[in-house]
T-cell receptor
Framework: EDQVTQSPEALRLQEGESSSLNCSYT??????LFWYRQDPGKGPEFLFT???AGEEKEKERLKATLTKKESFLHITAPKPEDSATYLC?????????????FGQGTILTVHP | NAGVTQTPKFQVLKTGQSMTLQCAQD?????MSWYRQDPGMGLRLIHY???????DQGEVPNGYNVSRSTTEDFPLRLLSAAPSQTSVYFC???????????????FGEGSWLTVV
């Protein structure tokens, strides 16, 4: 069974205090690992897809990395507007492109 | 470009009532899916479709019905609502191909359903 575990469940940072969110996965064959941002009362907003170990992608203050067992979402010098829930999901070979298995998310709060 | 549009945004149902959550996308995406999001459970796949006329069950399909008569629309039907179906429902769509441009999965804004 495909499993995705995110840690920590919640993270509080001061503005400018860099940190990382973790996404550990156990799957039969990884086609892609997705990161989403979700604001309260909104749908998940796509951030990145990573496909192979060693791959990195960046967007503003966010950088996502991938190994064979986990992914990290690094947040550099965060701002209060980065506060959100960050979701990790995997897509597996041999299944539909429309199927994602999600972790439970990390709630990030950045204080000014 | 509207993306993925869900209606209604909020709904309260009585136990045993039926209703349909609507989902439409204007991106000519082949793949469409329905997820539910519950506290502590993450997003779980209910049903998905790989094209018009083709649907399949996800992780939590019981109590829900879907059909896909057009590429644009993928409605989710609750046949006899139960309190356990109180949740937030998200519709998603993608081209269903490899690579970043073909594999990005877009989500709607959600439908909040309460069953009393």
């Amino acid at each position: 069974e495909d499993q995705v575990t995110q840690s920590p469940e919640a993270l509080r940072l001061q503005e400018g205090e860099s940190s990382s969110l973790n996404c550990s996965y156990t799957v039969s064959g990884l086609r892609g690992l997705f990161w989403y941002r979700q604001d309260p009362g909104k749908g998940p907003e796509f951030l990145f897809t990573l496909y192979s170990a060693g791959e990195e992608k960046e967007k503003e203050r966010l950088k996502a990395t991938l190994t064979k067992k986990e992914s990290f979402l690094h947040i550099t010098a965060p701002k209060p507007e980065d506060s959100a829930t960050y979701l990790c999901a995997v897509q597996v070979y041999g299944t539909s492109y429309g199927k994602l298995t999600f972790g439970q998310g990390t709630i990030l709060t950045v204080h000014p | 470009n509207a993306g993925v549009t869900q209606t209604p945004k909020f709904q309260v149902l009585k136990t045993g009532q039926s209703m349909t959550l609507q989902c439409a996308q204007d991106m000519n995406h082949e793949y469409m899916s329905w997820y539910r999001q519950d506290p502590g459970m993450g997003l779980r796949l209910i049903h998905y479709s790989v094209g018009a006329g083709i649907t399949d069950q996800g992780e939590v399909p019981n109590g829900y019905n879907v059909s896909r008569s057009t590429t644009e629309d993928f409605p989710l039907r609750l046949l006899s609502a139960a309190p356990s179906q109180t949740s937030v429902y998200f519709c998603a769509s993608s081209l269903g191909r490899g690579g970043d441009s073909g594999n990005t999965i877009y989500f709607g804004e959600g439908s909040w359903l309460t069953v009393v």
